[in-house]
């Protein structure tokens, strides 16, 4: 193949890809070598403009960097209970290795993305989770994926929820150092019939990295997918969450918060695919921006023609603490049925006056005032979380970040 | 322990309050009454230290301190509560986790112990009981999705917890039905004592039939027109606020 100077930043990777053992079995093989394909003919995206996708979130520094390759840190913390698989995707065995080959490249479309395919033909160290039929977990899987200084890593999840079954799984994404690195995660969640998962996502990587995150997500009838994020890192962060809800009566809620400061930029895309009917999608966004900081939040939904009884609704609303930070939010609806109830907002503003003077004739001073109010701001997001645990963790990750501002 | 001389405040450049004359000691309770418009709302605010209120010439000395120049937080530490006319609803904030903040902050500027959570809730719990208020109400979010009724409920657990000197309470009867008037006045009443004095802000006089006051001052267009006793509520009560304006003469009593 002829690569072009302009491309020239993407010939380290392709070099990666040719070093991999041939140890892998044929199907996965397969998968890499049409993904590094797909890679080396989409490139990074270096144009903002033009390129919908990316019009508002600019990774071209990427380009001017070169990071060494390493398999992904990752670490499941705590106990796994019975019923559960949480291993790494090298050590699959058996009806473990059956599901791997069903699922994994599936649902995260490499073909169409340049991280997916990157990620897809350089990922090492997969994590596999799976819960069989019926299992319902009580404690949360937790998941800790970290990188180092001057790094680049592919951190890959698998999720299989079978059939009735549920679980919640934390992801903790972090780095060691304070230089600069480049995680790439991918993960893909199956979520089976009558089956419930969910995730709550810590992004706290360093000020300085890279973030690029794809989860793509799969909800059967009557399955439900509830989903908390915190972007309160990366110096370039970027995540797209995409969902089908593929069978009748599938639902999801996506709820996330991104507090940034300085020169952060997070860049928070959904893309909800109504598939059937009956189906509902709930969407709650909020931030708080500091600084010179940036966020984005662009909230798609699809509905394909015929699903009855639909409903979507997304909110996303902002503090903008500075004049100089920045919120970009945009919603997409694109609908096909007549049969639907559809709402969306945004709102942007400061922390309410009255509600500080009412605060501080109670006592406090401005400074706390402010901050058990953006508290109780960002705290909304987390209304919906049944699982004890991580509602504490999800809890206390937010009043960790308000007490660092 | 409060003493206005001739105050005069403005918002905006508007003259709201036009020499107001005002002395409250320790124990005493006040009723400020008149008419929509009449500045009664001001003397709250300037008192609590809402931004946006300018006093323009006199003075406001609480036990012997300034207050023009003091920081809305101080004066809350210094012991003066308002209790709002329209308290205001924060989704995502419990009502236990702010008032135990705004607690320990007078605690500490007093010199006294800070209370952790579960102290906290013991001291919410028992002056909850005591004012006959749910408890539960100190876990839900401030005031959020609260009737109007539970809103000065609420208000009135506030001031029990945070034991202020003087209290400041806004149209305290405003939006309240026949029951909900008697149970918050009942707390009120309760919360009364000799080294604790209230300014009850009122448009009505059917609150002062729950909780009596030792003084009532008339407000009409940012001045005192009638100061008197309790007499002087029954006398508006009867005659409207017109009437009073009408005269040549107020009350005097002072």
């Known amino acids: ?405 | 322990m409060l003493e206005i001389k001739n105050l005069h405040v403005s918002i905006n450049g508007i003259e709201i309050l036009k020499g107001i004359n005002l002395k409250v000691d320790s124990g005493e309770t006040h009723a400020i009454m008149g008419p929509n418009g009449s500045g009664k709302s001001t003397l709250a605010y300037i008192l609590a230290g809402k931004p946006g209120y300018e006093i323009t010439k006199g003075s406001v000395l609480f036990e012997g301190s300034d207050l023009s120049t003091m920081p809305v937080e101080e004066r809350s530490r210094a012991g003066i509560f308002l209790s709002f006319q329209n308290p205001i609803a924060i989704p995502g904030v419990r009502m236990d986790h702010f008032i135990r903040a705004g607690y320990n902050q007078l605690q500490k500027a007093a010199g006294k112990q800070e209370l952790d959570v579960l102290k906290f809730d013991k001291l919410i719990k028992e002056k909850a009981a005591s004012l006959e208020i749910e408890y539960s109400m100190t876990k839900r979010f401030v005031n959020d999705g609260f009737s109007g009724g539970e809103r000065k409920k609420n208000e009135i657990l506030q001031m029990a917890v945070l034991e202020p000197k003087l209290a400041l309470l806004d149209e305290i009867d405003s939006g309240l039905d026949v029951d909900a008037l008697r149970e918050v006045s009942t707390a009120v009443n309760n919360m009364r004592s000799q080294s604790r004095s209230l300014i009850l802000v009122t448009h009505y006089q059917r609150l002062l039939d729950h909780i009596a006051p030792d003084y009532v001052h008339v407000l009409s267009e940012g001045v005192f027109i009638a100061q008197g006793d309790s007499h002087l509520a029954k006398e508006v009560e009867l005659h409207g606020y017109d009437w009073l304006i009408n005269r040549d003469i107020g009350f005097s009593l002072k």
Not at chain 1, 141 to 166: F, M, Y
Request: with cysteine.
């Open chain 1, 1 to 405: 193949m002829k690569i072009s100077t302009n491309e020239a930043h993407e010939t380290q990777y392709i070099t990666e890809f040719h070093k991999f053992p041939k140890t892998e079995p044929s199907w996965l093989e397969e998968i890499r070598t049409q993904a590094m394909e797909r890679f080396q003919l989409l490139g990074f995206p270096r144009n903002r403009r033009g390129n919908e996708f990316w019009k508002y979130t600019d990774v071209s520094a990427l380009l001017t960097k070169n990071f060494e390759h390493e398999p992904a840190n990752s670490a499941a913390v705590g106990s796994i209970p019975n019923g559960l698989s949480v291993i790494n995707l090298n050590g699959a065995k058996g009806h473990l290795k059956d599901i791997a080959k069903l699922y994994l490249a599936k649902f995260a479309p490499f073909q169409k993305d340049p991280f997916i395919s990157l990620n897809t033909a350089l990922f090492q160290d997969a994590v596999l989770i799976h819960a069989a039929e019926g299992i319902k977990i009580k404690n949360p899987v937790k998941i800790h994926l970290h990188s180092n200084d001057g790094k680049v890593t592919h951190p890959r999840v698998l999720v299989i929820a079978e059939d009735g079954s549920k679980i919640d799984i934390s992801l903790s994404h972090y780095g060691h150092s304070s230089g600069d690195y480049f995680a790439n995660v991918v993960s893909e969640v199956i979520v089976g019939k009558n089956a419930s998962v969910s995730l709550f996502r810590a992004q706290r990587e360093k000020p300085d990295s890279f973030h690029i995150a794809n989860t793509f997500v799969s909800v059967s009838e009557n399955g439900r997918f509830d989903y908390f994020s915190l972007d309160n890192g990366g110096g370039v962060a970027r995540h797209n969450v995409n969902i089908s809800l593929s069978g009748q009566n599938a639902s999801c809620n996506l709820s996330g918060v991104y507090v940034t400061r300085n020169t952060q930029h997070v860049d928070n895309h959904t893309l909800i695919h109504h598939l059937d009917s009956n189906t509902t999608s709930d969407q709650l966004f909020k931030g708080i921006l500091l600084d010179s900081s940036r966020a984005v939040f662009v909230g798609q939904v699809e509905v394909s023609p015929g699903c009855k009884k639909v409903e979507t609704h997304q909110t996303n609303k902002t503090l903008l603490l500075s004049p100089s930070a920045e919120i970009n939010t945009q919603p997409v609806l694109d609908i096909a049925t007549d049969d639907i109830q559809a709402s969306h907002g945004n709102a942007v503003g400061q922390v309410d006056r009255d509600s500080i003077f009412y605060l501080m004739t109670r006592g406090l001073d401005f400074a706390s005032a402010q901050k058990i109010l953006m508290e109780g701001f960002l705290l909304e997001i987390l209304k919906s979380v049944q699982n004890e645990s991580l509602l504490l963790e999800s809890t206390e990750s937010i009043n960790r970040t308000i007490d660092e501002l």
